[in-house]
């Protein structure tokens, strides 16, 4: 089976592609710019989603097509409302006619858990007008599709728009945290290989047509996230927080406006939040403060 990701050079984008790769599938990553991790097995196409005659063409003889691309970080997105606007909206409707052409057998959206909340501005207003133009899709072309909501990612191959890579970064670097809020808020992390994973396992009939909730199973304070990490570093980090500003999205549930209810997926087994985040310090100290190591332990200087 032939799929294509747009966007398959992102964070999220290029742990599906691995994903879809070694379940056997025939992957090909579409991105603005060239993917870092892509596989001899995987064919790369730089360009760009508003490029419809680029898009037609390479949707062509695909069986399915997954879209990560678009302005993906909330902050930036409320920065640049139009650029959201052309990329989010008309960029995912430009796919959407290219698939519609090539009678594609589905169609596999990446949105967010903020479509149910009044948070997350621009952000949130565009995917919830894609997932409403998806589903205009099918009611008037039979457009198959498959709606994912994204919770909290963490993992590898994040960028500092990650929160749980810019703090253990700052940490390492500055040697604090400053968080917006009193880290009363409650989140759900799920590890970027898990939400990969459940991004290959929707393909399934059972996902046809449908939103799919894909989350974390380790709800958690912000502030026990961050007394965690400081834990993990030996307690040498100060905390520190400040008044919730315009970038405080919510507090325990982003849910207030509810679209089209979706499914929660979720794996009997998944990666440990903890031994996740201690992966995460490990590879960024690395990147951060490189040492010469022994069986992953650091030497350090005499």
Same mark, same amino acid.
């Given at each position: 089976?032939?799929?294509?990701?747009?966007?398959?050079?992102?964070?999220?984008?290029?742990?599906?592609?691995?994903?879809?790769?070694?379940?056997?599938?025939?992957?090909?990553?579409?991105?603005?710019?060239?993917?870092?991790?892509?596989?001899?097995?995987?064919?790369?196409?730089?360009?760009?989603?508003?490029?419809?005659?680029?898009?037609?063409?390479?949707?062509?003889?695909?069986?399915?097509?997954?879209?990560?691309?678009?302005?993906?970080?909330?902050?930036?997105?409320?920065?640049?409302?139009?650029?959201?606007?052309?990329?989010?909206?008309?960029?995912?409707?430009?796919?959407?006619?290219?698939?519609?052409?090539?009678?594609?057998?589905?169609?596999?959206?990446?949105?967010?858990?903020?479509?149910?909340?009044?948070?997350?501005?621009?952000?949130?207003?565009?995917?919830?007008?894609?997932?409403?133009?998806?589903?205009?899709?099918?009611?008037?072309? &039979?457009?198959?599709? @498959?709606?994912?909501? *994204?919770?909290? %990612?963490?993992?590898?191959?994040? !960028?500092?728009?990650?929160? $749980?890579?810019?703090?253990?970064?700052?940490?390492?670097?500055?040697?604090?945290?400053?968080?917006?809020?009193?880290?009363?808020?409650?989140?759900?992390?799920?590890?970027?290989?898990?939400?990969?994973?459940?991004?290959?396992?929707?393909?399934?009939?059972?996902?046809?047509?449908?939103?799919?909730?894909?989350?974390?199973?380790?709800?958690?304070?912000?502030?026990?996230?961050?007394?965690?990490?400081?834990?993990?570093?030996?307690?040498?980090?100060?905390?520190?927080?400040?008044?919730?500003?315009?970038?405080?999205?919510?507090?325990?549930?982003?849910?207030?406006?509810?679209?089209?209810? &979706?499914?929660?997926? @979720?794996?009997?087994? *998944?990666?440990? %939040?903890?031994?996740?985040?201690? !992966?995460?310090?490990?590879? $960024?100290?690395?990147?951060?403060?490189?040492?010469?190591?022994?069986?992953?332990?650091?030497?350090?200087?005499?």
């Amino acid at each position: 089976m032939k799929i294509i990701v747009f966007g398959g050079s992102g964070f999220l984008g290029s742990h599906v592609a691995d994903a879809l790769t070694d379940a056997g599938y025939d992957v090909t990553i579409y991105d603005i710019r060239p993917s870092p991790y892509l596989r001899n097995t995987q064919k790369g196409i730089i360009g760009d989603i508003l490029d419809s005659s680029k898009v037609e063409e390479a949707v062509k003889n695909s069986d399915v097509v997954y879209n990560f691309a678009g302005l993906a970080d909330i902050n930036d997105a409320s920065q640049r409302p139009l650029e959201s606007v052309k990329y989010n909206i008309l960029g995912n409707s430009i796919i959407l006619e290219a698939c519609c052409k090539a009678q594609v057998k589905r169609f596999v959206f990446a949105s967010t858990l903020y479509v149910y909340s009044k948070a997350g501005s621009f952000y949130r207003s565009t995917k919830q007008a894609c997932e409403l133009l998806i589903e205009n899709y099918h009611e008037i072309f &039979g457009l198959p599709y @498959t709606i994912l909501r *994204y919770g909290s %990612l963490y993992g590898p191959r994040a !960028d500092d728009k990650n929160f $749980i890579h810019r703090v253990i970064k700052q940490a390492l670097t500055e040697g604090k945290i400053v968080r917006e809020g009193d880290g009363e808020e409650i989140r759900e992390y799920i590890h970027v290989l898990d939400a990969a994973k459940g991004s290959v396992d929707i393909l399934s009939e059972e996902f046809v047509n449908q939103h799919v909730i894909l989350t974390g199973q380790q709800q958690m304070k912000i502030k026990d996230l961050l007394i965690m990490i400081n834990e993990m570093l030996d307690n040498k980090i100060k905390i520190e927080f400040l008044p919730a500003g315009k970038n405080h999205n919510y507090e325990i549930t982003p849910y207030s406006f509810a679209p089209k209810v &979706g499914k929660r997926l @979720t794996s009997r087994t *998944y990666l440990d %939040l903890g031994q996740g985040i201690l !992966d995460n310090i490990s590879a $960024i100290y690395r990147d951060v403060s490189p040492l010469p190591t022994y069986d992953g332990i650091i030497i350090k200087g005499s």
